[in-house]
């Protein structure tokens, strides 16, 4: 069950194309709509099953910095959440493109890791990249998810 490379650029492909399908969600039927896509796709890629997840998102301050439960994933990737009073809602954004370049990646049987950069186009062409780094696990059915995602702004000197 040792993860692969090409493992690892298929679930990075799935989970940007998951940000989008939140974004269309919202607006095509509003926040109910996203948040039951948001819902799916954090129950298909992260392993909140197996533990708390290492979640630092790129937009998160203060006590609420990092997310090890599915609820403080949730609230961030759609936000409307009183228990998250800061939280914007990252995939609502009107996101139309995510793409990743590789810096390095380390595997190690059913574990693996990826770090590179993700660039975010929006609906009216902003453009965000992010430095990101994933941690995967293969569960007990052989499925690969992310107990591992940091997310920052990159540092400008």
Known sequence: MSITEGELAKERIIWGDALIAISNAFEDDGIDAALAVAEGALDAAYGYSLGPV????????????????????????????DAYPLDGGFGI???????????????????????????????????????????YKKDAEGTLRIVLHHSSLPYQP
């Open 54 to 81: 290492l979640f630092k998102p790129t937009m998160a301050s203060g006590e609420q910095t990092f997310r090890p439960t599915r609820h403080g994933a949730l609230a961030y990737f759609v936000g409307h959440d």
């Open 93 to 135: 954004k009107g996101w139309r493109s995510v793409t990743s370049e590789t810096s390095a990646s380390f595997i190690e049987g059913n574990v693996g890791m990826w770090m590179g950069w993700v660039t975010f186009t929006d609906k009216d062409g902003n453009v965000t990249k992010v430095d990101k780094t994933f941690g």
